[in-house]
């Protein structure tokens, strides 16, 4: 095997000769010593050692970033080109063209990728660190090519295997090199030089592996003469004069006073080329008009003795304005125009236009603007749409054309006031309005898909698979986290379990609940009681429902509703209310009803805060009320009772909380929204709530305290169809317990009315009779009477029917 190894290298070493073709290439023997030099006299010394450099703008490692893409046929070792760059750009750094220098160079990054085999050749390189740790072998290995050789930037056979990374890349023909003394991008320090240096040629080992470039040619740095052709052939090409105003102000833009003059020269240049491939004027007007104020500026005396420095800015430049379509340039030219400030409609569209294109869209829905932000419609102010008017306007101008038989046509500045954006705002209302009865939370298309907005995408709920964001789903908010199925849920079940004192059945209703909420399904009508001491949980629980639910979600203090009366305004927009006071008992009857009303589905009169008028509206959501003891809901008709679903939580954690426990749990919000996803599905499956055993009580003592009126007929009356008991003997034995009791005797009318709705077992009515006993016709209820123990007390008798 080895005896073949020596025959194999010449032969190949040969076929790599013959096989490509290509000028030969002497190469750079010497490379120079720049250390204390400035990067203008290190880019002369490279030129001198024969190395063609290009500038670099300070910042990046990007050789294009003055001249453009062709850069490598700029890349010059030219001395006057060279000082003019520096003398426009002084702070430039540079960088050569490896390929053009006759030099490949290897540029390691990763030094212990690099296999052993090559460090042998790698050390008999010229080596310039790229890093100022004097120990670390990342850097640039430059070798001279052979006559014949013509390689690209690609790795070829110095790939590594499929999974390794790679320890660098190879630069020859089309790559770049940035170059000592430029100051590095990112980590700030200079690039490292050295004493002058032989460069070696590059070993056949590692020729062998190379791949050649398509054609070398094509990087072949242009000549002055064929870069003049080029320049003739632009201004030739190009024109047209459909706008020459346009051409007034790039002539304005050049300031002639000693210091600037050369930069301010080249931006000129490059405006008005790039304006003239637009067709705006002629390229040759605009070469002409700059060249007229450019020697004005100079007055003859050309900075050292270079006459021909503007017409390197015009060779430059056109190479610039090559790399770019009319079209686009005339849509760039275009950029700042405007329509007319007295067409606000057409200034309107033009601002959603533009709002879309840079993946902004705005909207106005009942009364507030909107702005897309690539995750949610975020409401914003009228302050803030008239404040990016004026940034957007600033700078705008529009066509305009003089009046009279020879009226000229002119750009004229924008110039934004309050009058003119006052009549834009008023017509983008119009343009970007939505409908009034658009939902937060809905398909602007209409469509039936119900998701959740995470931050990372929309979780369609029925397969729980992510959706990119997108402006055709309206949300104002977003589940703050990342949505990552499967995730374990550690630090919400301990809390679950701590809350609830190990329910499975509490919990699991807990999160059914949560589902609902979630989802925005109102079908099963409940709301949520839940009863324990101070320091159990409950205002946890609620924290965590407010990060999951955001605005549609919405805390108020029973004490606060108490005292205001019962708005309804503010229940607008949300899915879950939730009431909590220690203390506080709602013994009134009328926000009983807002209750029963909103849980049941019912419509409720609103003024929305756009509309003028009050509505007859249905809202889609429910209530969570927390209390250490269960409130009092006045409801004789049984049907709050039915409404509930009660949750005990029996412990008490205030004399060991954990502050850090909110943190904990929102870090797992994706595991806690995928449990109550998964609760809610089987929710939907069984079709009701199952209300645990633990919450019975709560429940008892709430049907207890939602109507003594119940209790006083359980207490001292027997009910049944066939019975009727006298409204005065009732009454007065219904005072006497109210006084016994500690409550306040209503009055009999209220009374009677009270009883006729009162919700007794088994679905029995009271009802009003005037039965005929002895000739008389007293007034008697229906379907009760009082217990034979309790008769004695009231003077009427009890008179039973046939």
Known sequence: MKTGVPAMIPEKKARRKTARDGES???????????????????????????????????????????????????????????????????????????????????VDIPENVPEWMWVHLERAVFRRTTNAPENRRGHYIYRLRPGDQFGCSLGKLKPARGKEAWGQVRCYGGAIVLAPTTHPTEGHAYTSGPAEHVPWLPDEIAMKLSAAPDPNEYRTLTPTELDAKAKAFLDTYAEDREPYALKPILAEFESAPGGRHESMWHAVCWALREAKAGRFSATAAVDGLRERWEAAIGGEYRDGDPDEFIRMVRDGVALADEVSAEALLARAHRNRWPNPKQPQKVAQEVIARAERDGRPIAHWRG??????GQCWCPTTEDQIRAQLYRMLEYANYEHTTGGANGATL????????????????????ETLWADDMEDGSWRDGRNCGVLPFSNGLLRIDDRTLLPHTPDYFNTEYIPCDYEPHTELVAGRKFLNELT?????????????????????????????????????KGTFDRLLSR?????????????????????EPLLGKTLVTFSDQRAQLDMKRFTDLLLQVVGGDAVSVRRPYDRHSVSV?????????????????????????????IRTPNTFADSADYDLDQKLAAELSAFVDLALTAYRQLVERGRFIQPDSGQEILTVIRENS????????????????????????????????????HTATAANKFASDLYSLYLAGGHRITASRPSINGERPHCFSGLALKSDQRSATKPRLVQGD
């Open 411 to 430: 750009e004229v500045s924008w110039n934004p006031d309050k009058a003119k954006l006052t009549n834009v705002i008023d017509a983008l209302k119009a």
């Open 707 to 742: 109507s003594y009126l119940a209790n006083f007929v359980e207490e001292c009356c027997d009910v049944g169809p066939e019975l009727i008991e006298t409204k005065a003997g009732l009454y007065m034995r219904w005072t006497m317990w109210c006084h016994t009791n500690g």
């Open 368 to 373: 507030e603007w909107l702005r897309w932000d």
């Open 501 to 537: 004192g190990d329910d499975p059945d509490a919990i699991e209703t807990l999160m059914e609940f949560v589902g609902t909420r979630l989802v925005g399904d109102d079908r099963f009508q409940k709301m949520l009681i839940v009863v324990g001491p101070s320091g159990s949980g």
């Open 25 to 107: 290439v002497d190469g750079v023997a010497n490379w120079p010593d720049v250390r204390e030099l400035s990067n203008a006299d290190a880019a002369e010394i490279y030129a001198k050692s024969g190395v063609p450099v290009v500038p670099v703008r300070p910042g990046t490692k990007n050789p294009g970033s003055y001249l453009g893409r062709g850069w490598p046929q700029r890349a010059t070792t030219d001395l006057d080109i060279i000082r003019d760059w520096w003398r426009r750009w002084p702070d430039a750094g540079m960088a050569m063209h490896p390929g053009g220098a006759g030099l490949l160079v290897l540029d």
């Open 548 to 568: 999951i639910l955001g605005r549609k979600h919405a805390g108020v203090r029973m004490d606060d509703y108490k005292n205001n009366g019962f708005p309804i």
């Open 618 to 646: 249905r809202l889609p959501l429910t209530f969570m009320i927390l209390s250490n003891e269960a409130p009092v809901l006045p409801d004789n008709a049984g049907a709050m009772v039915r409404r509930v679903l009660a």
